[in-house]
């Protein structure tokens, strides 16, 4: 006798399958029923919450079908947790030394001017930076530069290093940087607009960074000429999840830093 499937739904019917996607953090996604679009910000058993690009937090179901991406549907997974691994080498592409424990901090500091480029300098070279002890500031603005450089007296035993965004001839940053650089004081810039700019496009994904016309928000601008929800913060964490290592960054920032690395650490 001819046997037949119990499941008699035509199969123009069955829902198709559909990719299973993890819920990486930075990751844009909407949610359908309620036309809510944002970044994963985190993810548990059962739920991912999102943030949109107003700063808004909501928290959904993980279920099967339950989302867009790229306007596709797809069922968001709990991202697999991360086989622990020794490192052969840090991400700044040094030896790994296993089983070292960070080393008294020194007197010398680096200074970064910018949050996003202070996260950026740990991702890479922090394991480096505890290794030799060095503890690494955040600078708000070049205009503070000289008070700060005043109360840190930089000295023999007690080498500054600074890294500034954007730094041209003749820009009054220039000046300033001049005014404060001297045999213990080290500032240096990197070309880029913003820091976003030293990640190397195809590390994000994307073919190159967006030229942004003068007088707007370069990081918004970007964010609208890439399609992403204007939510600079959940942006950043998107890019920054994509860094790795010193490979997914231009050779002009990594050399700035290896720089004011082995400036604040080079023995008198």
């Known amino acids: 006798m001819r046997q037949y499937s119990p499941d008699l739904t ?20 909407e949610e359908p029923g309620t036309g809510f679009c944002g970044a994963v910000i985190r993810c548990e058993a059962g739920t991912v919450t999102l943030e949109d690009r107003f700063g808004k937090h909501r928290v959904f179901p993980l279920e099967p079908r339950g989302f867009l991406l790229e306007g596709k549907v797809v069922t968001l997974v709990r991202p697999a947790p991360s086989a622990p691994v020794r490192p052969s080498r840090t991400a700044s592409g040094s030896v790994a030394v296993p ?21 950026l300098v740990e991702r890479v070279w922090g394991d480096d930076l505890r290794v030799e002890g060095v503890v690494v500031e955040y600078l708000e603005g070049v205009d503070d530069l000289p ?7 930089p000295g023999p035993d007690a080498r500054l290093g600074v890294l500034v965004d954007h730094l041209v001839p003749g820009s009054k940053e220039s000046r300033i940087a001049e005014a404060v650089t001297s045999e ?12 976003w700019e030293a990640v190397k496009p195809s590390s994000v994904g994307i073919a190159s960074w967006p030229r942004v016309p003068h007088g707007q928000d370069w990081k918004t601008g970007v964010c ?5 929800p204007e939510n600079t913060g959940a942006a950043w964490q998107h890019i920054l999840s994509r860094v790795r290592s010193y490979k997914d960054l231009e050779p002009a920032l990594l050399g700035r830093v290896e720089e ?7 023995p008198e």
């Open 224 to 228: 609208r000429a890439l399609g992403w």
């Open 10 to 29: 035509p199969p123009w019917k069955k829902p198709q399958p559909v990719p299973e996607v993890p819920a990486d953090p930075g990751l844009v996604v």
């Open 147 to 153: 008070a700060v450089v005043e109360a840190f007296s």
């Open 260 to 266: 004011l690395i082995d400036f604040v650490t080079a």
């Open 99 to 119: 089983g070292a424990r960070a080393r008294v901090a020194r007197a010398g500091r680096i200074y970064v001017e910018g949050r996003h480029d202070a996260e």
């Open 184 to 195: 213990h004081a080290l500032v240096l810039g990197h070309p880029y607009i913003d820091v």
